[in-house]
C-alpha cells in the first residue's frame, strides 16, 4: 500500500544554519505530497504542497520538489529560525481520494 | 471564521467509560476526518465522512463510531473506552477535490484512559 517515510528526529540546529528533512513515499500513480507542520500544543497547518512531477513547493522560506525519479519530497530551509521548532509531516494524497497518508513526523528543535 | 474547532480539550476516562468528542467547522467544507496521533506513529486516519448523513472507515476504525448529522459536525464516539484508545485526536475538514486540497486541522483533543 501507499505510504510515507521521513527521517527520524529530533533534528537540533543552531539559528540561520540549513535545514534538510527528507522524506520519501510510496504510492501507485501520481499523487500529490504534502507538508504540515505542527506548532507545540496546536494542531496541524499545511506548509505547502506539490500536485505533480518536478513542482516546487515553497512558503515561509521552506521549499521541497516533487522528485518522481527518486520518490522524493525534501524539505529545505536556508536559514532555520528559533519560530520554526515544531514536528514536521510529509504525507501523500492519491487523486481522487482525499485521504491523506502521514509519515510518523520529524521533530525540528532550533537554538539560538 | 472560527475554522475547525473540537470539544473537549482534554478528557480523562475510566476504562469501560463512553464518551463523545465533537469537532465543528464554519467553512462549509464537505469532507470531514478523525485521526489519532500516537507517538511514533504519525497521524492515522480512523473514520471520514464525504457529506452530511454519510460515513466510512478509515485505517483504525474499531472501537470508534461516528455520525454527520448536520453537515458542520462530525462526532466521534468511544461506547466502551480502553487504555489503548489513550491519544490525542484531531478533526479535519476539506473541500472535495481530487486529492489536491489542504485539510484543515483543529487543535486536539487529549483523551486518556485509565
Known amino acids: 500500500g501507499d505510504s510515507v517515510t521521513q527521517m527520524e528526529g529530533p533534528v537540533t540546529l543552531s539559528e540561520e544554519a540549513f535545514l534538510t528533512i527528507n522524506c520519501t513515499y510510496t504510492a501507485t500513480g501520481y499523487p500529490s505530497l504534502f507538508w504540515y507542520v505542527q506548532y507545540p500544543g496546536e494542531g496541524l497547518q499545511l506548509l505547502l504542497k506539490a500536485t505533480k512531477a518536478d513542482d516546487k513547493g515553497s512558503n515561509k522560506g521552506f521549499e521541497a520538489t516533487y522528485r518522481k525519479e527518486t520518490t522524493s519530497f525534501h524539505l529545505e530551509k536556508g536559514s532555520v529560525q528559533v519560530s520554526d521548532s515544531a514536528v514536521y509531516f510529509c504525507a501523500l494524497s492519491r487523486k481522487n481520494t482525499d485521504k491523506l497518508i502521514f509519515g510518523t513526523g520529524t521533530r525540528l528543535q532550533v537554538f539560538p | 471564521n472560527a475554522g475547525v474547532t473540537q470539544t473537549p480539550k482534554f478528557r480523562v476516562l475510566k476504562t469501560g467509560q463512553s464518551m463523545t468528542l465533537l469537532c465543528a467547522q464554519d467553512?462549509?467544507?464537505?469532507?470531514m476526518y478523525w485521526y489519532r496521533q500516537d507517538p511514533g506513529m504519525g497521524l492515522r486516519l480512523i473514520h471520514y465522512?464525504?457529506?452530511?448523513?454519510?460515513?466510512a472507515k478509515g485505517e483504525v476504525p474499531d472501537g470508534y463510531n461516528v455520525s454527520r448529522l448536520k453537515k458542520q459536525n462530525f462526532l466521534l464516539g468511544l461506547e466502551s473506552a480502553a487504555p489503548s484508545q489513550t491519544s490525542v485526536y484531531f478533526c479535519?475538514?476539506?473541500?472535495?477535490?481530487?486529492?489536491?486540497?489542504?485539510?484543515?486541522f483543529g487543535p486536539g483533543t487529549r483523551l486518556t484512559v485509565l
Open positions: 479535519a475538514s476539506s473541500v472535495p477535490g481530487q486529492g489536491t486540497d489542504t485539510q484543515y
Open positions: 465522512s464525504v457529506g452530511e448523513g454519510t460515513t
Open positions: 467553512m462549509n467544507h464537505e469532507y
